[in-house]
């Protein structure tokens, strides 16, 4: 067995200071019109699915699955007993550049369907960002990194610390609970009506 | 199309507020010494598997998949082309509670097998924790919940602000996450050399 | 690039002939009482949810898939949106041996709740099969084993030719395929109504 | 309970016997030299990508874990720790139509890459035909459908028996597990080589 040495951490512990200052400022800056306009299409809507790639597709999964504890009819794209889309249903699809290639052919292909688009993403100006009906812009990378909290403290380890997507997927998957937190107020859902509707083979 | 009240989002603002205040306090109180098991678990083994149920085996997917861009062999037990655990290999097992029962199953095989059983956990008296090699304690809601921050401002809304095992399932994400940053550093990958494993084809 | 011999194909279409031999041996030898009751319990359940671990899982995936084209409601466990098994669902096990662990415990979970448990095994006299309401046994490799086309025919290659539970597998497959075609003359559905609930996102 | 009246299960197995009698008549005209080329390709490839959409793609699960099994480096694309294709892997697409719109887009890219492109289909002159360096025919429903088995014996209930892709689903999973069976062979593998590598957690 190889002996690697001890470590402080303090990347690591960094790493999480950095994920928790960034969610604050999320807290603080996401858009209210665009959280209420997310939040109508998905109480207005027959079924709900959910869609993304890689990462940001597993975050997705873990809202479809509360969206289900929740009571709602929810479905994850590309899961085996996942119907067809219809005009009344909304399809959120998650991409931080809203440029995943096959996420924005199938945000056309919803678009085509008459269903509502909603896209969670950093990148407003983009491809899926512009066939939605509701864009819902998670601060990610790009935004935070200039003149903010990361070049003052971070002294340009931005990219160790929070490498690729991942301060994206984080604040989207923090962004999903918080919006069924909020779900749960509107709905009058308890902890243990969602509780009734988990899974009991797992 | 039914009109629904717009909201102030407080709830949602709350919910997001008291995640970041909760990986404040992960990253003050994480045990050192475990994190630096864990890391020297990672680096001996020949392959990492990674297992969990529900939306704690979706944190564990985002965490392999990370591993691969690093160039470590990490596998999702019940994937299609995942193989057989041997002795060298190390498996890490997430669970809120450490009682999930068909992971706790597999983790028994595991030690069984002789090879390294690591698990994430709020719970260290559980039957994963006890079976563990390592147990990485992630403070979860149970934790929290105790003259903390929550009694201090929540006013008991905690159960809807984070229900179920929301906030242990996202600081393990968010945790799971910095030790990649940590191994980033370990092992000298820059943020390129993840960028070209990552998948192609998505 | 390395050069490979060609080859004549032989066990390649020995291999196909004898799935299609052993297919029709299948045809004759099902107990018509068991497909009886498989088809009441899924013509009464209020859900079908299907589980399987490795190949038989994926062969219940494609299973649950025509269920929701055909307008039932039908959920494969393990993934993310599949709800709370209920006293008036079914749960249908497909497992060669009858004796795989974790999809045995969760047999056991079934029938606790008061859920109907199908399963689908070439071992009527296992853990599986004994735990089940239904059980329909479809002839794997044991069976046909012994004295019939494969001793006469195969000489001994039979291992090579459906390796480790292959030929339960495309049997089952096979089976559950043609019991759609059973269900859609039951049920009046035509392809169309079939093709108008396929996934149109994939 | 709803009473089912008992049915004589006819049409279930005369989909079975439909099925048997269109695999054997596959064994028959199953192109030599296509095989020798996908044979040559799996054997000369650093990794082998399996890709499809729906049923296809569970179809190409159950092929890749195979592939694992017999000590080939698999992937499934969209899986969690699938890494990055490169020039010297191979990716098998397995499309009945040639035409599913996700896959050939990742057809596309593959070639792009420089990788060896194996598309499965009963369509030779479809999108992912042309995009392929190996075409793989699988006869399905079209190719059957005229003055064969079907019109002489099942009297156009065909579309019931075997609804949508059903026959090239099928017909893939048995050719491709014949395609195992002469890998063995070439490979010299033992059963219990296959065994040793099969998943211990599951």
Chains 1, 2, 3, 4 share one sequence.
Request: aromatic fraction near 4%; charged fraction near 20%.
């Amino acid at each position: 067995m190889r002996k690697i040495d001890p470590t402080e951490c303090e990347h690591l512990v960094s790493s999480i200071e950095l994920m928790a200052s960034h969610l604050e400022n999320v807290a603080k800056i996401l858009n209210k019109e665009d959280i209420n306009s997310m939040i109508s299409d998905i109480m207005n809507a027959n079924s709900i699915f959910v869609m993304g790639a890689g990462r940001s597709g597993l975050v997705g999964k873990t809202f479809a699955m509360r969206l289900m504890h929740l009571g709602f009819t929810s479905y994850v794209v590309g899961e085996s007993t996942t119907p067809a889309v219809e005009e009344n249903d909304v399809v959120i699809a998650i991409s931080g550049s809203g440029e995943t290639r096959s996420v924005a052919d199938l945000g056309k292909i919803t678009r085509d369907i008459g269903a509502t688009l909603v896209t969670v993403t950093s990148n407003r100006n983009s491809t899926l960002g512009e066939l939605a009906t509701t864009v819902m812009e998670i601060p990610g990378r790009t935004k935070d990194d200039v003149g903010g909290y990361l070049e003052r403290h971070m002294r340009g380890e931005y990219s160790q610390l929070t490498p690729l997507g991942t301060s994206f997927e984080i604040a989207s998957m923090v962004f999903l609970d918080a919006l069924v937190a909020e779900l749960i107020v509107i709905t009058g859902a308890s902890e243990a009506d969602l509780k009734s509707r988990h899974a009991k083979l797992e």
